[in-house]
Protein backbone atom coordinates (compact mmCIF):
# COMPACT_ATOMS: atom_id res chain seq x y z
CA UNK A 1 0.00 0.00 0.00
CA UNK A 2 1.20 3.64 -0.66
CA UNK A 3 1.74 6.31 2.55
CA UNK A 4 0.84 9.53 2.34
CA UNK A 5 0.97 12.18 4.83
CA UNK A 6 -1.75 13.70 6.56
CA UNK A 7 -2.10 17.80 7.48
CA UNK A 8 -0.19 16.94 10.93
CA UNK A 9 2.70 15.40 9.38
CA UNK A 10 2.02 11.70 10.39
CA UNK A 11 2.30 9.34 7.79
CA UNK A 12 -0.48 6.65 7.65
CA UNK A 13 -1.01 4.10 5.33
CA UNK A 14 -3.62 4.63 2.41
CA UNK A 15 -6.97 3.52 3.04
CA UNK A 16 -9.74 2.22 0.43
CA UNK A 17 -11.72 5.31 -0.35
CA UNK A 18 -14.99 4.05 1.02
CA UNK A 19 -13.63 3.81 4.57
CA UNK A 20 -11.90 7.58 4.62
CA UNK A 21 -14.79 9.25 3.13
CA UNK A 22 -16.27 10.71 6.80
CA UNK A 23 -12.71 12.14 7.12
CA UNK A 24 -12.55 13.75 4.08
CA UNK A 25 -16.44 15.22 4.33
CA UNK A 26 -15.46 16.35 8.26
CA UNK A 27 -11.83 17.65 7.92
CA UNK A 28 -12.38 20.78 8.05
CA UNK A 29 -13.17 21.49 12.47
CA UNK A 30 -13.29 24.98 13.33
CA UNK A 31 -11.29 26.77 16.47
CA UNK A 32 -12.46 25.64 20.32
CA UNK A 33 -15.27 27.99 20.70
CA UNK A 34 -16.13 29.08 17.10
CA UNK A 35 -19.93 29.57 16.33
CA UNK A 36 -19.59 30.44 12.74
CA UNK A 37 -17.35 29.56 10.20
CA UNK A 38 -16.11 32.68 8.22
CA UNK A 39 -16.85 32.40 4.31
CA UNK A 40 -13.20 30.84 3.69
CA UNK A 41 -13.72 28.27 6.34
CA UNK A 42 -17.25 27.68 4.71
CA UNK A 43 -16.03 27.46 1.18
CA UNK A 44 -13.49 24.61 1.95
CA UNK A 45 -15.97 22.98 4.09
CA UNK A 46 -18.29 22.72 0.76
CA UNK A 47 -15.64 22.21 -1.31
CA UNK A 48 -14.20 18.56 0.91
CA UNK A 49 -18.65 17.59 1.11
CA UNK A 50 -18.27 17.86 -2.94
CA UNK A 51 -15.22 15.54 -2.86
CA UNK A 52 -16.95 13.09 -0.82
CA UNK A 53 -19.51 13.56 -3.46
CA UNK A 54 -16.94 13.38 -6.24
CA UNK A 55 -15.12 9.85 -4.81
CA UNK A 56 -18.36 7.96 -5.40
CA UNK A 57 -18.86 9.86 -8.80
CA UNK A 58 -18.44 8.01 -12.42
CA UNK A 59 -15.17 8.93 -13.57
CA UNK A 60 -17.00 11.16 -16.37
CA UNK A 61 -18.78 13.52 -13.89
CA UNK A 62 -17.53 16.53 -11.77
CA UNK A 63 -18.99 18.05 -8.88
CA UNK A 64 -18.53 22.15 -8.53
CA UNK A 65 -19.35 24.29 -5.61
CA UNK A 66 -21.54 27.37 -6.40
CA UNK A 67 -22.79 29.54 -3.85
CA UNK A 68 -21.81 29.05 -0.66
CA UNK A 69 -23.73 30.65 2.03
CA UNK A 70 -23.36 30.38 6.05
CA UNK A 71 -27.15 30.84 8.39
CA UNK A 72 -28.88 29.39 10.99
CA UNK A 73 -31.49 27.97 9.14
CA UNK A 74 -33.77 26.31 11.94
CA UNK A 75 -33.06 29.16 14.97
CA UNK A 76 -31.51 27.37 17.18
CA UNK A 77 -28.10 29.61 17.34
CA UNK A 78 -26.05 27.26 15.61
CA UNK A 79 -25.02 28.03 11.81
CA UNK A 80 -25.51 25.52 8.76
CA UNK A 81 -23.78 26.20 5.49
CA UNK A 82 -25.38 25.62 2.71
CA UNK A 83 -23.97 24.94 -0.83
CA UNK A 84 -25.26 25.04 -4.45
CA UNK A 85 -23.62 22.81 -6.04
CA UNK A 86 -23.66 21.46 -9.92
CA UNK A 87 -22.81 18.30 -11.19
CA UNK A 88 -21.25 18.35 -15.08
CA UNK A 89 -21.68 15.04 -16.94
CA UNK A 90 -20.26 14.82 -20.13
CA UNK A 91 -23.90 15.60 -22.20
CA UNK A 92 -25.84 16.41 -19.04
CA UNK A 93 -25.40 18.01 -15.46
CA UNK A 94 -28.14 18.93 -12.52
CA UNK A 95 -27.92 21.09 -9.31
CA UNK A 96 -28.12 20.46 -6.13
CA UNK A 97 -29.02 22.32 -2.79
CA UNK A 98 -27.89 20.56 0.43
CA UNK A 99 -27.30 22.02 4.05
CA UNK A 100 -24.45 21.01 6.23
CA UNK A 101 -24.98 21.09 9.87
CA UNK A 102 -22.40 21.42 13.29
CA UNK A 103 -21.63 17.75 14.34
CA UNK A 104 -19.27 18.15 17.48
CA UNK A 105 -16.09 20.56 15.78
CA UNK A 106 -16.93 19.07 12.12
CA UNK A 107 -19.76 19.87 9.63
CA UNK A 108 -21.47 16.59 8.16
CA UNK A 109 -24.45 16.75 5.30
CA UNK A 110 -27.59 16.79 6.76
CA UNK A 111 -30.56 17.83 4.35
CA UNK A 112 -30.73 17.85 0.22
CA UNK A 113 -33.36 18.91 -2.09
CA UNK A 114 -35.11 16.19 -3.75
CA UNK A 115 -36.75 17.91 -6.19
CA UNK A 116 -35.08 19.04 -10.33
CA UNK A 117 -34.02 23.04 -9.63
CA UNK A 118 -34.08 23.52 -13.21
CA UNK A 119 -30.86 26.15 -14.43
CA UNK A 120 -30.35 27.67 -11.10
CA UNK A 121 -28.49 30.99 -11.90
CA UNK A 122 -28.17 32.03 -8.00
CA UNK A 123 -28.83 31.59 -4.32
CA UNK A 124 -29.94 33.48 -1.50
CA UNK A 125 -30.13 32.43 1.77
CA UNK A 126 -32.07 34.94 4.70
CA UNK A 127 -34.63 34.18 7.24
CA UNK A 128 -34.44 30.48 7.48
CA UNK A 129 -35.15 30.42 3.69
CA UNK A 130 -32.37 29.03 0.81
CA UNK A 131 -34.00 30.77 -2.30
CA UNK A 132 -32.67 30.09 -5.67
CA UNK A 133 -33.21 31.75 -8.95
CA UNK A 134 -33.66 29.47 -11.45
CA UNK A 135 -34.64 29.54 -15.76
CA UNK A 136 -37.12 26.56 -16.85
CA UNK A 137 -37.85 25.54 -20.12
CA UNK A 138 -40.42 27.65 -22.22
CA UNK A 139 -42.76 26.15 -25.12
CA UNK A 140 -40.25 26.56 -27.77
CA UNK A 141 -36.69 26.56 -25.73
CA UNK A 142 -34.12 24.37 -26.76
CA UNK A 143 -33.25 22.44 -23.75
CA UNK A 144 -29.98 23.80 -23.46
CA UNK A 145 -31.69 27.38 -23.11
CA UNK A 146 -34.28 27.68 -20.73
CA UNK A 147 -35.89 31.25 -20.73
CA UNK A 148 -38.73 30.94 -17.79
CA UNK A 149 -37.38 32.70 -14.28
CA UNK A 150 -39.01 31.07 -11.51
CA UNK A 151 -37.75 31.75 -8.02
CA UNK A 152 -37.75 28.25 -5.85
CA UNK A 153 -37.71 28.99 -2.23
CA UNK A 154 -36.35 25.91 0.77
CA UNK A 155 -36.79 25.22 4.18
CA UNK A 156 -34.35 22.90 6.14
CA UNK A 157 -35.78 20.93 9.16
CA UNK A 158 -35.79 17.35 10.88
CA UNK A 159 -32.94 16.43 8.58
CA UNK A 160 -34.64 17.65 5.55
CA UNK A 161 -34.75 20.35 2.63
CA UNK A 162 -38.15 20.75 1.30
CA UNK A 163 -39.73 23.64 -0.60
CA UNK A 164 -40.87 26.19 1.60
CA UNK A 165 -44.92 26.67 1.16
Not at 118 to 140: A, C, F, Q, Y
Request: charged fraction near 20%; charge should be neutral.
Amino acid sequence: MQAFTEGRGESVMAKPILQMLPLIALSVSLSAGAATPDADQARRIAEQFLATKQATASPQEAYEAGDVAVADLDGDGQAEVVVLWTMLGPTYWHHGVTALSRKGQHYAPAGEAAEPLGSVEGMVVRNGVIELKTKWPGPNDARCCPTVPKTLRYRWSAGKVTLAK
